[in-house]
């Protein structure tokens, strides 16, 4: 099963010197991602993104020698689906009263080939953010299962920003003013399955590379206030050729037997799909873009025999997968979808070089 992340890294450049030394021999590997620095925010379209990471995932490209164990694994964290208020839009009238589609924690462990080498774990959680309770709390218990392998140092828990998810997780009064206090059930599921993903790319780490690419992505997102853009100084505005950040990263884990087997990216976009007045729990833009490009990988790649094998690895129950289950009666609703994404259809993407 690929696991696919969508997220947005800021890496400003004047605290890289503060950055751990393993954090900062990790972002010399990668060039780009020192680079991804904040910029607007833009509104991404997700077919055109899932087009592109097509692209990407099945093109050629160099990769590093099989000097890593890159270990991946997914697991639910929906939480409660009614009668909570949802995180993002600050709305205490946005009470969520059903799933547009589930919610999931997806990490990727790179660890040196020694058993107890240098490593480094990077969980995604499609939510609003993370939380520093949650954290906390996901590090007591890896520190009581794994004792010091991984810690602070070496764990890094971002989320897509998606704004329709469960609220009440975080521990700050602003954050928990209209979900009316802390939510212990949106808490204890993404701990659960931070926690559970984890466990699984550790049991599943395997001798692997890792291939890094970039481009430029157009036609798929605007800026959210032009006319505020054009109030920042000429010479600002002037080192940038877009109003907007158009640049996509994305990271390949790639296995010595079986492949291709999981990425992550990163795309300027906010997870406002989903409006303020939806009551749906959905991993908007970003979450529904990896959902896609998981089924098609499931569908073009694995059959259900070894896709279940390798879910359960660690002895978690897998979610059955269905292509494109987002969109029901997808077939005979082409002739639609082609129509609505007409406008998107003129995407061009160029490739930089592979950088390993």
């Known amino acids: 099963m690929i696991l696919l992340h969508f997220s947005r890294?800021?890496?400003?450049?004047?605290?890289?010197?503060?950055?751990?030394?393993?954090?900062?021999?990790?972002?010399?590997?990668?060039?780009?991602?020192?680079?991804?620095?904040?910029?607007?925010?833009?509104?991404?379209?997700?077919?055109?993104?899932?087009?592109?990471?097509?692209?990407?995932?099945?093109?050629?490209?160099?990769?590093?020698?099989?000097?890593?164990?890159?270990?991946?694994?997914?697991?639910d964290i929906t939480g409660p689906a009614a009668d909570v208020n949802?995180?993002?839009?600050?709305?205490?009238?946005?009470?969520?009263?059903?799933?547009?589609?589930?919610?999931?924690?997806?990490?990727?462990?790179?660890?040196?080939?020694?058993?107890?080498?240098?490593?480094?774990?990077?969980?995604?959680?499609?939510?609003?953010?993370?939380?520093?309770?949650?954290?906390?709390?996901?590090?007591?218990?890896?520190k009581a299962r794994y004792g010091n392998l991984y810690n602070e140092q070496n764990v890094a828990i971002s989320g897509i920003h998606t704004h329709a998810g469960p609220g009440g997780y975080l521990q700050y009064l602003v954050y928990i003013v209209t979900s009316l206090g802390f939510v212990r059930q949106s808490f204890d599921v993404i701990v659960d399955g931070i926690e559970k993903s984890i466990i699984q790319a550790h049991e599943n780490l395997r001798p692997g590379s890792i291939s890094v690419n970039g481009g430029e992505l157009l036609d798929a997102?605007?800026?959210?206030?032009?006319?505020?853009?054009?109030?920042?100084?000429?010479?600002?505005?002037?080192?940038?050729?877009?109003?907007?950040?158009?640049?996509?990263?994305?990271?390949?884990?790639?296995d010595d037997d079986w492949g291709p087997v999981g990425s992550f990216n990163w795309f300027a976009t906010h997870g406002t799909?989903?409006?303020?007045?939806?009551?749906?729990?959905?991993?908007?833009?970003?979450?529904?873009?990896?959902?896609?490009?998981?089924?098609?990988?499931?569908?073009?790649?694995?059959?259900?025999?070894?896709?279940?094998?390798?879910s359960n690895l660690s002895g978690t129950v897998s979610i059955p997968r269905r292509v494109s289950s987002i969109v029901s009666n997808l077939h005979e609703k082409r002739k639609l979808l082609l129509l609505v994404q007409l406008p998107n259809m003129t995407t061009e993407f160029r490739p930089g070089k592979w950088i390993v």
């Open 221 to 254: 997102g605007v800026n959210r206030s032009p006319s505020a853009y054009l109030n920042n100084p000429a010479a600002e505005r002037s080192k940038y050729k877009y109003d907007v950040d158009k640049e996509m990263t994305l990271i390949k884990f790639v």
């Open 9 to 75: 890294l800021t890496v400003w450049k004047d605290s890289y010197e503060k950055l751990p030394s393993f954090w900062r021999n990790v972002m010399e590997m990668f060039p780009p991602l020192y680079a991804l620095v904040r910029r607007p925010f833009t509104t991404m379209s997700i077919w055109s993104c899932g087009l592109l990471l097509v692209i990407l995932l099945s093109g050629g490209g160099a990769s590093s020698a099989s000097n890593y164990l890159i270990g991946l694994g997914s697991y």
């Open 273 to 310: 799909s989903m409006s303020r007045t939806n009551s749906l729990i959905s991993g908007d833009n970003k979450g529904a873009a990896a959902r896609f490009m998981e089924d098609w990988f499931a569908k073009k790649f694995f059959n259900e025999g070894f896709e279940r094998i390798y």
């Open 86 to 142: 949802m995180m993002g839009y600050a709305n205490i009238e946005q009470i969520a009263s059903g799933v547009h589609f589930r919610l999931r924690a997806r990490a990727f462990i790179v660890a040196e080939s020694q058993s107890q080498g240098n490593r480094v774990v990077f969980v995604n959680l499609d939510a609003c953010m993370a939380s520093q309770i949650v954290t906390i709390k996901v590090f007591e218990r890896l």
